[in-house]
């Protein structure tokens, strides 16, 4: 059995993580109630990608937090990291799976109520719902969910959910009165001069389960 916590998810932005560098942000974020954190470099080499899941697995070694492989399979499976998560355009599910074997977290970004019906849960174990709203940190998204839409892709949706794009902390109780288990973010804190403050504040409106 996989154990995860979906409740704050956290995806690196380079661009954003300037003040802090990625692994500083990834720590202090962690330190202030984060759970998987996810490096997406959308500009990086695979070899870098690696070097940077490598120091990022060893920086939350003894934190509990799962850190999570954007798009790169290659480099996750390379750096030893606990998940890979994948977009609709990136490669099948299928494919992904039987390249990184059974044991490490497979995510799946989805953004319909049609999409999230075809999951696979015997592939698959989280979806990324979104985006809720329209996002600078990815251009290329698709039509914003809002949060109905968001409750009707998460209830259409066999596996757990995180729901992702444009969420702040003013957001948070909305996404999980929706269904979501889970609360992504970006902005919210790698563009923050305290992320483990800023992290502490997105916690806190998390309803305990």
Same mark, same amino acid.
């Given at each position: 059995m996989?154990?995860?916590?979906?409740?704050?998810y956290?995806?690196?932005?380079?661009?954003l993580c300037?003040? &802090?560098?990625?692994?500083? %942000?990834?720590?202090?974020? @962690?330190? /202030?109630?984060?759970? +998987?954190?996810? *490096? #997406? &470099?959308?500009?990086?080499? %695979?070899d870098?990608?690696? @070097?940077? /899941?490598?120091?990022? +697995?060893?920086? *939350? #070694?003894?934190?509990?937090?799962i850190?999570v492989m954007?798009?790169?399979v290659?480099?996750a499976?390379?750096?030893?990291?606990?998940?890979?998560?994948?977009?609709?355009?990136?490669?099948?599910p299928?494919?992904?799976?039987?390249?990184?074997?059974?044991?490490m977290?497979?995510?799946?970004?989805?953004?319909?109520?049609?999409?999230?019906?075809?999951v696979?849960?015997?592939?698959?174990?989280?979806?990324?719902?979104?985006?809720?709203?329209?996002?600078?940190?990815?251009?290329?998204?698709?039509?914003?969910?809002?949060?109905?839409?968001?409750?009707?892709?998460?209830?259409?949706?066999?596996?757990?959910?995180?729901a992702?794009?444009?969420?702040?902390?003013?957001?948070?109780?909305?996404?999980f009165?929706?269904?979501?288990h889970?609360?992504?973010?970006?902005?919210?804190?790698?563009?923050m001069?305290?992320?483990r403050?800023?992290?502490?504040?997105?916690?806190?409106?998390?309803?305990s389960r």
């Amino acid at each position: 059995m996989k154990h995860f916590d979906l409740s704050l998810y956290l995806v690196l932005d380079p661009d954003l993580c300037q003040q &802090h560098s990625m692994i500083e %942000t990834a720590c202090e974020a @962690v330190a /202030g109630g984060v759970t +998987m954190v996810q *490096l #997406r &470099h959308k500009h990086a080499s %695979t070899d870098e990608r690696i @070097v940077l /899941g490598r120091a990022l +697995m060893e920086a *939350l #070694r003894d934190t509990g937090a799962i850190v999570v492989m954007n798009d790169d399979v290659a480099a996750a499976i390379e750096a030893g990291v606990d998940a890979l998560h994948i977009g609709q355009g990136d490669m099948t599910p299928a494919l992904a799976r039987a390249r990184i074997g059974p044991e490490m977290i497979l995510g799946l970004s989805v953004n319909s109520e049609g999409g999230a019906r075809l999951v696979d849960p015997a592939i698959v174990d989280y979806a990324g719902v979104g985006p809720v709203f329209a996002t600078p940190t990815k251009p290329d998204h698709e039509k914003p969910l809002g949060f109905k839409g968001l409750g009707q892709v998460v209830a259409a949706c066999p596996v757990p959910t995180v729901a992702i794009g444009g969420l702040k902390k003013e957001h948070v109780q909305q996404v999980f009165a929706a269904g979501a288990h889970g609360v992504a973010v970006v902005s919210a804190i790698c563009g923050m001069p305290d992320p483990r403050q800023a992290a502490r504040d997105l916690r806190e409106r998390i309803p305990s389960r």
